[in-house]
C-alpha cells in the first residue's frame, strides 16, 4: 500500500477518550464530567487545515485552479475519489475539504474553497528544463478533461537545487517574455524566483525557484504561497471585467440623475411631479439591477486583494538589479484594477443614496402640494357647509312666514264661522294680533321638528 497523508478533518468531531492512566493526571476527571461546545474540535482543526506541502529541491509542481460553486462541490468529490480509486489509493474523508495522497508517479493536493477548487499535482527528481516535462503530464488525459468547473489559473512551478549551473539571460528568455519578467530574493536570501505572469503556449503561467538554503519545510511555504498569490490575484481581477462593463452605463445614470434632479425646482402640477417622480424610481431599479449583478464580485475583491498583499509581505522580497520584484509588478497592476472596481462600487452605492434623497424631496414636495390641496378642499368645503346654512336659514325664513300665513288664513276662517253665529268678533284685529303667536309657534314647531331629525347633539352657528 503506497503511503497516503490526510489532511484537514482528521480530527475527531467527539470528545477524545481519557485512558487509565489520564484519570491519574491533575484535571483529567473534571475534563470528562465537563459540557463541551459542539464546535470545540472543528475550531481546534481550523488551525491546522491547509498545511504547507512537503517539497524540496528538484521538484516539480502543476497547479489547476477550477472556478466552481457550491453546486459543483459533490462532483468535485466524485472526480476526486474516481483518480484515488483508479490508482487504489484510500478515499478522503466524506467532508474533507482538503486531502493529500501518493499516488506514485506524482502526488496530489486538492483544496475545495467557496468559489474554487484546486488541484496540486508534485513529482521529485532531476530536471533539466523546468518546463519541459511538468507533472499534470503524468496524470491520465481523461480525467483532466473531465474535471468539474472552468479552469481560471494554471501554473507550472519547479524548484532546482542552488547547485544547479546559475541560470543565464538566454536561459531565462527561453522560459518567460523577458520584457515582462520579475525576480526577486525572497526568506533573507534563502531562494531567488522568476515569474512573467504571462499565459505560454501551453496553456499555463511558470514559476521558477532557485534554493539557495532554504530550511525543512521553507520550500513548501514558499510554492503555497506563490500559488496562492497567483489564485487570490486572479480572483480578486474577476471584477475588473465587471466594472469596466457597468462603468459607461453608471456615468449615464450620473447624467440622467443630475438632470431629473435640476428639474425639481422647476415643476409644475402635480402631474409633473408624479411623472418625475416615476423617473426616479425607474432611474432607482435600474441601479438596483446593476448593484444586485455586481456586490458579490466587487465584494469577493475586497476579500482577495488583501490576501495577496499578506502573502507578499510574507515573502521578505528583496529586490534584484535589472529586474522587477514580484510585489512591484503587481502593485502596478493590481492596484489600479482593484481601486477601479472599488471606485465602481462606491459610485454605485453613491447613486443610490443620490437616488433615495431626491425621491424622498420629491415625496415631500408631492405631500406638500397634496396638503395645499387638501386644505384649498376643506376651505371650500366649509364655504359651501356656510352657504348651505345660510340658504337653509333663508328657506326656514320663507317657510315660517308661509306656514305663519296658512295658519292665520285658518284663524280668518274660524273667526268667520263663529261671527257667522252672532258672536261679535273683530275678525280683522283678532288675526293681526295672532300673526306674531302663530309666527313663534311655526318657528318652534319647525325648530323641533329639525332638532329630533339630526339629533339632540347638533347645534347652529
Known sequence: MRSIRYVGNYLPTVGPTINSSDKHKPGSASMRTMQEHP????????????????????EQASYLVLFSSEDTRQADRKHLLALCERYGSDRPPKDASHFAVDLGSFKLKWERHSEFT???????????????EPPVRLVPKEWLSAMPGELIY????????????????????????????????????????????????????????????????????????LLEIGTYRTMALLALPLARENGPTIMNIDHRLAELTQRINDLDGLEEERQLLDNLMRLSGEIEAI?????????????????VGARLAKLREERVKGHSSLGDFLDRRLGPATRTCQSIAARQEMLARRVARAANLLRTRIDITLERQNRDLLASMNRRAR?????????????????????????????????????????????????????????FGMHRARRAILGEGTHED
Open 39 to 58: 464546535l470545540r474540535y472543528v475550531l481546534a482543526n481550523e488551525i491546522h487545515d491547509r498545511p504547507f506541502p512537503d517539497i524540496g529541491a528538484p
Open 118 to 132: 484546486a488541484y496540486t499535482f508534485f513529482h521529485r527528481g532531476e530536471f533539466a528544463r523546468p518546463f519541459a
Open 154 to 225: 494554471a501554473v507550472h512551478l519547479a524548484v532546482e537545487p542552488g547547485s544547479a549551473p546559475e541560470r543565464t539571460v538566454d536561459d531565462l528568455s527561453e522560459f518567460f517574455v523577458t520584457e515582462d519578467l520579475c525576480s526577486s530574493y525572497v526568506g533573507n536570501r534563502a531562494a531567488q524566483l522568476w515569474t512573467d505572469f504571462r499565459i505560454h503556449e501551453d496553456g499555463f503561467g511558470r514559476i521558477l525557484i532557485s534554493d539557495m538554503h532554504l530550511a525543512h519545510g521553507q520550500a513548501g511555504r514558499l510554492a503555497q504561497r
Open 291 to 307: 448593484a444586485a449583478s455586481t456586490v458579490y464580485r466587487f465584494s469577493a475583491t475586497e476579500a482577495y486583494y488583501p490576501l
Open 387 to 443: 352657504l348651505h346654512l345660510r340658504l337653509q336659514q333663508t328657506v326656514e325664513a320663507l317657510s315660517v312666514a308661509a306656514i305663519t300665513y296658512y295658519l292665520v288664513s285658518l284663524v280668518g276662517y274660524a273667526l268667520s264661522a263663529l261671527s257667522s253665529t252672532g258672536v261679535e268678533v273683530d275678525v280683522g284685529l283678532v288675526r293681526g294680533l295672532s300673526i306674531p303667536l302663530l309666527a313663534a309657534l311655526a318657528w
